[in-house]
């Protein structure tokens, strides 16, 4: 995660912001890893899967190892195959 992120991979963001410097912050590795704390930007497939709208997302809690809120929501974009269905 950078604060470039959304503008290397020209996503499109259709709630929430993007990544700051605040954010990058927040991974503090310090004190061994007890205060770290991630900002989540998912896609549109992934917010409908968890049963949210993009705005209803945007400051929920999840967890991936460590938890952290939903930063922003991206329209859906491939990043595997075309023959696969978007993730």
């Known amino acids: 995660m950078d604060e470039d992120f959304v ?3 020209q996503l499109k963001i259709v709630a929430g912001s993007d990544f ?4 990058l912050l ?9 205060n770290f704390r991630y900002a989540f930007m998912l896609n549109e497939s992934a917010v409908r899967a968890l049963g949210w709208t993009p705005e209803e997302a945007i400051g929920k809690e999840i967890s991936k190892n460590y938890p952290g809120r939903i930063k922003a929501v991206v329209k859906d974009f491939n990043f595997k195959s075309f023959h696969d269905p978007i993730g």
């Open 7 to 9: 503008k290397t991979m």
């Open 20 to 23: 700051d410097h605040t954010d």
């Open 26 to 34: 927040q991974m503090d590795t310090s004190n061994q890893g007890k």
